[in-house]
């Protein structure tokens, strides 16, 4: 792509979600949108953040890590803490106020980079230590790490303790999210196809092979996980200054990280098409079963659990398995299979 | 000048066995040196040594003068030295020209900002790494299953992919751990006219280690003998056949 049809598309991205999310905001003519589904969305957004950038190090590089959330909690905590404690002091410098668009766009940019800086210094101080052990021992470090993260916080009465941060100002909305989310797509997409994601590749296959390429397996470990980690502080950020949504460590512990990687294996570990795939399905699913427990009470989750089951006995590779969704991909489909097609 | 590479006294034990004893290497520029040994006579333990992934326990190394002793494996091959493998190590999800390619990525010069940007330099990059793979691919013979995947490939193809990709990492000492292993008589005669090649083209030096003597007596102009982790004989190949030490530790004594 050219720079200019890059800057084109940049632009006509941000236009258009500016135009959704003016219609989430403001509906258009009588249309109003269901706070319920808006909701919904929202959390599809953050999901695909935290399940694209998850993918990069479980996924691209291979490494086992389960603390995402604490990642999460990390980034989250810090990037909310900025807005509630200097929110209101940054706009005040600007002449704005965080009612105020311009306002809060340039506490909301700040906030969500102080959040993407802490978590990626957490994972710096996780990764560098721990990326030297392999399989189950990477993956035991790090859920201790996002378990010792939780605790911290618990314990810390200035961003509210065990009640969860409730001064948060919920400045995030669909703009900043699905922004955030489409930034990070285009991230992990590139790096995976680039020199770089081929280096995760020979990490995931072969160590010592990759070292004998001239690779160092260490650094580049450590600097994906830096990358996915801050991502992760990222969606954190927005996940807690989200209206009626703030951040609680009780929904930040480690189901919280399970949850995360069931989104990227049911959609295909290593495709980053299947963890948006899966992040946008998990999210909607358990939602969509509401209405099952209405009717037949308590079989929401056992469905939920059990489709899950099924997905890995009938496809264990994931459903995209590592393909990625790409127009190349699309049109080959459409001439290998003409019958299928036409069907 | 100095020799290429250079080995003083390299010894390595595991505990009580010693695997490596008082190894004494010269290799020259240009040379297609052969190490050879009896099953369990140290010599992919000498390789492990001299690519990092053991550390000695005593003597030093040295490649183009430069101690080597104590560097990683990852430095090793950016100095110059590239390897294959006895069991062969593939990058199994990868296709035939994406395992060449990943070879390039020390030679590589765009950052993790060129790469997510998109930059100029990162499609003319790419370009090139594919480019050079592929060429490396034709030496070989590769090119028509370049988007295989690198696993399905019958065996002999394997290994001569394993060398494509370690000629990637633009070496100039290359080390070959049984190459012909698993190979058809005319995949041996083959693999030797390209190692022969390989030498004459590339002005690339060879160190190997080799169980078919036909592949070790046609190609190699020094043959090093290792028993038990013992030189027991250094010389040209017709000597080495002759020797009455050599033929001892292979046939066992009388």
Known sequence: ?343 | MAALLETRAVTKRFGGLTAVKALTLRVERGALYGLIGPNGAGKTTVFNLLTGVYDATEGEMLFEGARIDGRKPYEITRLGIARTFQNIRLFPDLSVLENVMTARHLRSRQTLADAILGTPRHHEEEREIRARSMALLEIFDLQHTAGETATSLPYGSQRRLEIARALATEPRLLLLDEPAAGMNPQEARDLMRVIRRLRDEFALTVLLVEHNMKVVMGVCDTVHVIDYGETIAIGPPADIQRNPKVIEAYLGGA
Do not use: C
Not at chain 1, 71 to 100: C, E, K, N, P, Q
Not at chain 1, 173 to 185: K, M, R, Y
Not at chain 1, 198 to 210: F, H, Q, S, W, Y
Not at chain 1, 213 to 223: A, D, H, N
């Open chain 1, 1 to 343: 792509m050219r720079v200019t049809t890059k800057i084109l598309a940049t632009a006509a991205t941000v236009g258009v979600l500016l135009g959704l999310n003016y219609l989430f905001e403001y509906g258009f003519g009588d249309f109003r949108i269901n706070a319920y589904y808006a909701r919904i969305l929202n959390l599809i957004g953050i999901n695909v953040i935290l399940a694209v950038s998850l993918n990069l190090i479980n996924g691209l590089a291979g490494q086992f890590s389960i603390g995402h959330a604490g990642f999460m909690a990390v980034g989250g905590y810090s990037a909310t803490f900025v807005t509630v404690y200097y929110g209101r002091a940054i706009a005040g410098l600007l002449g704005s106020s965080l009612d105020d668009a311009t306002g809060a766009a340039v506490v909301m940019t700040i906030s969500l980079l102080t959040g993407a800086a802490a978590a990626a210094l957490a994972g710096l101080a996780v990764g560098i230590p721990s990326l030297r052990l392999r399989g189950d021992y990477l993956a035991i470090v790090t859920l201790g790490f996002s378990e010792i993260i939780r605790v911290i916080i618990l314990n810390i009465p200035a961003v509210g303790g065990a009640t969860g941060f409730t001064a948060a100002i919920p400045i995030t909305n669909f703009f900043w999210i699905f922004a955030v989310a489409i930034l990070t797509i285009v991230i992990v997409r590139n790096i995976a196809a680039s020199t770089f994601g081929r280096v995760l590749a020979t990490i995931r296959g072969d160590e010592i092979a990759a070292e004998a390429m001239g690779i160092s397996t260490t650094r580049y470990k450590v600097l994906a996980f830096v990358i996915s980690a801050a991502l992760a502080g990222v969606a954190g950020g927005l996940s807690g200054q989200l209206f009626a949504n703030p951040l609680n460590p009780q929904n930040l512990n480690f189901v919280r990280s399970i949850e995360i990687i069931v989104m990227i294996v049911i959609g295909g570990i290593g495709s980053i098409s299947g963890a948006v795939f899966g992040a946008t399905a998990l999210t909607i699913l358990p939602e969509a079963l509401r209405r099952l427990d209405q009717q037949f009470p308590g079989l929401r989750m056992v469905t939920y659990a059990l489709l899950l089951i099924l997905t890995m006995i009938f496809r264990p590779q994931g459903l995209f398995g590592r393909r990625e969704v790409s127009w190349a991909w699309l049109r080959r489909r459409g001439q290998d299979r003409p019958a299928a097609a036409i069907k």
